[in-house]
């Protein structure tokens, strides 16, 4: 696992290496851009025009010490842009560089802008060094018209650190930079990992500029970005299907019928050895029909039998609130998904707050809107990644639940505020019924370890692992062919 940092933390973190370990900026910004070159240069060629948005920053003196190196090996079709007026020591002494050395600036608030323009829309690279980690606000005036152009043109776009325009608590309705590499400096950086940012920062590659290891343990790493594949113990040979665990699900309505039968096949392929379905009495002839592995049932307010996991919600449909509140009341361990969510929303508005046992919530984000509705009174504010963090980490301590937030990403975050962010860039996965696969994968392995946390991670690796390996086999695909590929995933997951 590797830690996700805070702007504020970089910056203490720069801070003491100058300070504590007596590492001078100048070194940290000539390490920074030697690795940050080193890392792009594969993908240039010598006849590439190169432009450099140079902030007044030490983003900006990064960006020049890249494109010294750059220019040494050849790579001389170069225009530095220079932007700011308040320039940072280290950038002054590396803007004096690039000025003896001869390479070709425009001071942008002294050019006319449709120069600005043509440079950038006939550029073949622009190096993207305007703003670093620490912005607080969203960018205005040239800065902004000068990024959106950037996001107009052809070019292809190397970011170093951050794309400018994003930082921990800059809204995100606000314009930002949209690079295809970014190169980030020392730890990666959380304001990446919003669902909204993640694809504005293209490739991403992390370098140490030379922080030494034992500052960069201080930092503090309540967010972690997973950089493993799942796990799980093989089953013993004796294994049978009761010792394998029992899923009851209840889901399934007139309207969406196949959400509870993938979530019940998913299960199976998740290994469990039993599943049940408790559906409406006017699908149970489908049902039954459909899935012949599954005990079909219908629920009319009878005791339940006590089961590894139930996964409640997948199809469900509208006004299940009153059902909801009396499988809370068994206290069995609960995945609650899709519908199943939308109802606890509903109660949670209602000021209602009933009791329940280990809890799995699975919510896309916009069925996190309405549970965060729901349960903090009014719309959130989760438009910024800061905003979005803490909004996860204060529901699952409110709600005493593991949240599984799904969207290109998947954030996973439990009562005590420990999250995890797994990459998905697995656009294949957003797919109808992808959500109902996973669920079932949750509720299979919370019902064998009847551990929140270990189903929740790992049932989100599995996921991810299906997903790659049927996109690897079609690249495009339907949730039943998803299906296809889970058993394997879990059997590579087992070790």
Not at 94 to 103: K, L, T, V, W
Not at 189 to 211: D, E, L
Not at 386 to 392: E, I, K, Q
Request: proline letters at 4%; one cysteine or more; aromatic letters at 8%.
């Amino acid at each position: 696992m590797k830690s996700l940092a805070r702007a504020s933390d970089i910056t203490k973190l720069d801070e003491k290496a100058q300070h504590v370990a007596m590492i001078p900026s100048l070194c940290l910004m000539e390490s920074a851009g030697l690795q940050a070159y080193q890392i792009w240069k594969p993908r240039l060629s010598k006849t590439d025009r190169l432009v450099f948005l140079c902030g007044p920053g030490n983003n900006g003196g990064d960006a020049l010490v890249v494109s010294r190196y750059a220019f040494g090996d050849g790579f001389t079709n170069q225009l530095l842009i220079y932007m700011g007026t308040r320039i940072s020591d280290s950038c002054t002494r590396h803007r004096s560089i690039a000025q003896a050395y001869g390479i070709t600036s425009l001071e942008a608030e002294e050019t006319d802008f449709d120069r600005l323009f043509s440079e950038l829309h006939n550029a073949a690279w622009i190096v993207d060094g305007l703003m670093g980690t620490g912005l607080r606000g969203p960018l205005q005036g040239l800065t902004a018209s000068l990024v959106e152009t950037v996001n107009r043109s052809k070019a292809r776009v190397f970011s170093i650190d951050v794309p400018s325009g994003l930082g921990d608590d800059v809204p995100l309705d606000g314009i930002m930079i949209k690079a295809d590499l970014t190169v980030t400096m020392g730890l990666q950086k959380r304001c990446m990992f919003h669902p909204a940012t993640r694809s504005k920062c293209g490739t991403v590659v992390c370098v140490n500029p030379s922080f030494p290891p034992f500052l960069l343990e201080q930092v503090p790493s309540d967010i972690l970005l997973c950089d493993r594949k799942a796990s799980l113990s093989k089953l013993a040979l004796d294994e049978y299907k009761n010792s394998r665990a029992h899923v009851g699900i209840f889901g399934g309505s007139v309207s969406y019928t196949g959400a509870a039968r993938l979530s019940a096949k998913a299960c199976f392929a998740a290994r469990a050895g039993l599943v049940s379905l408790y559906c409406d009495p006017d699908v149970y002839s489908l049902a039954a029909c459909e899935s012949p592995s599954v005990m079909v049932k219908i629920y009319e307010g009878q005791s339940l039998p006590s089961y590894g996991a139930l996964l409640v919600g997948p199809g469900w449909g509208k006004g299940r609130e009153a059902l909801l509140s009396k499988l809370f009341a068994t206290g069995q361990g609960m995945v609650l998904d899709a519908d199943g969510i939308r109802a606890y929303a509903s109660l949670l508005a209602r000021g209602q707050r009933p009791e329940h046992g280990p809890l799995v919530l699975t919510p896309h984000v916009g069925e996190l809107g309405a549970l965060l509705e729901g349960l903090f009174g009014k719309e959130q504010d989760i438009q910024s990644p800061n905003a979005f963090f803490a909004s996860l980490q204060k529901a699952a301590s409110e709600l005493h639940a593991t949240l599984i937030v799904k969207s290109s990403l998947v954030h996973i975050v439990d009562e005590t505020g420990r999250m995890v962010v797994i990459e998905g860039n697995n656009p294949s996965l957003g797919v109808a019924g992808s959500g109902d696969v996973l669920g079932g994968i949750v509720a299979s392995l919370l019902a064998k370890y009847q551990n929140r946390w270990l189903a929740s991670l790992e049932g989100a690796l599995i996921h991810q692992e299906a997903g790659r390996l049927a996109q690897q086999a079609y690249g495009y695909y339907d949730s039943e062919t998803l299906l296809a590929f889970l058993g394997k995933a879990v059997q590579e997951a087992e070790v």
